[in-house]
């Protein structure tokens, strides 16, 4: 997250914590296009009037050097022309200050849940024999397409998302299920075991008392 008013950098990032969330936060712009060299995320939060680089054209170059993670500006910016020039830039959703902080964390989530972003690729490998058509959502294993049910497919596009990393249970929950639903650990681990069964037990690995993690072969 790039926020340079300090008290809501630390407001923001705790509450995001709070929701289970790992929260990188930066305070201008210089700092954050680093970061970004660094390492991969599935999010960024950016304020726009920043110092060092602003939020525009931080993103406008992160897009040209293929940072896919969906965006979402936090600014008090607005005006029609600022809102096409955050799109232009690269962004996928705007929020206004002052925001309430329950609005922002169904805007991530929705976010989060919709999928690819940015991606210039149609198939991503998972597997020598084994890949994912992000266009058609379709799972093809030795050029035949395989049948996912909805909730495995939801969890296949998480993981893929976020290959080599941790994933926390409560941020799994709230991925596969919307707000009227009651997560179940044991749905989730018959999700796991079906996704197993058709891409590999050791794709996906158990991370005692942290979550899975998701690995595709190299």
Known sequence: MLEDDANLNETVTEFL??????????YDGYEAQEKLYESKY?????????????G????????????LAPAIFITSLNSVDDL????????????????????????????????????????IEISKNIAYDIKNNA??????????????????KLFMKTEGQVV????????LWDYDEEPSDTALRTYIKNLRK????ERIV?????????????
């Open 84 to 123: 096409e020039k955050g799109f232009a830039s690269g962004c996928d959703d705007y929020i206004r200050k002052p925001f309430v902080l329950k609005e922002l964390h169904i805007r991530i989530e929705t976010l989060l849940r919709r999928g690819f972003f940015h991606e210039t690729k149609e198939v």
């Open 56 to 67: 525009f054209d931080l993103l406008k170059e992160a897009r040209k050097g293929d940072v």
């Open 206 to 218: 158990s991370i005692k008392k942290q979550g899975y993690k998701f690995t595709a072969e190299k």
């Open 17 to 26: 914590e709070d929701q289970g969330y790992a929260v990188v936060s930066v």
């Open 42 to 54: 599935d999010l960024l939060l950016l304020d726009v009037n920043t110092p060092g680089i602003n």
């Open 168 to 175: 926390a249970h409560k941020r799994i929950y709230d991925h």
């Open 139 to 156: 799972l093809i294993i030795e050029g035949e397409t395989v049948s996912l049910g909805h909730k495995e497919s939801k969890l296949l």
């Open 198 to 201: 058709i891409i590999g037990k």
